[in-house]
Nanobody, 120 residues
Framework: QVQLVESGGGLVQAGGSLRLSCAAS????????MGWFRQTPGKEREFIAS????????SYANSVKGRVTISRDNAKNIAYLQMNSLKPEDTAVYSC?????????????WGQGTQVTVSS
């Protein structure tokens, strides 16, 4: 089992920045790719970004490319999502997820989510 806990959400004005954190425990962190997703009521969960277990490979959704950066610190067992130039449409619950690195299986472990609200 991998336990994931997100933090760092909150209320920010449009154009501002936030850094979300996802603290992991339970297994060897570097064995797992990490992903960030977001969801708003009535909409499907949206992929934001992912990073390989080593941190050497990243992937981003076109909707956020250039505005967000995913990173990880394997010594601290934390994954991050740096979000800049935030827009009101970025308002959502942001969740992190984990799956064995180097695979394309479904994301296996999920955090509880953290709310991000961007005011105009």
């Amino acid at each position: 089992q991998v336990q994931l806990v997100e933090s760092g959400g909150g209320l920010v004005q449009a154009g501002g920045s936030l850094r979300l954190s996802c603290a992991a425990s339970g297994r060897t962190f570097s064995n797992y790719a990490m992903g960030w997703f977001r969801q708003t009521p009535g909409k499907e969960r949206e992929f934001i970004a992912s990073i390989s277990g080593s941190g050497g490979s990243t992937s981003y959704a076109n909707s956020v490319k250039g505005r967000v950066t995913i990173s990880r610190d394997n010594a601290k067992n934390i994954a991050y999502l740096q979000m800049n130039s935030l827009k009101p449409e970025d308002t959502a619950v942001y969740s992190c997820a984990a799956r064995p690195t180097g695979t394309t299986v479904s994301w296996r472990y999920w955090g509880q989510g953290t709310q991000v609200t961007v005011s105009s």
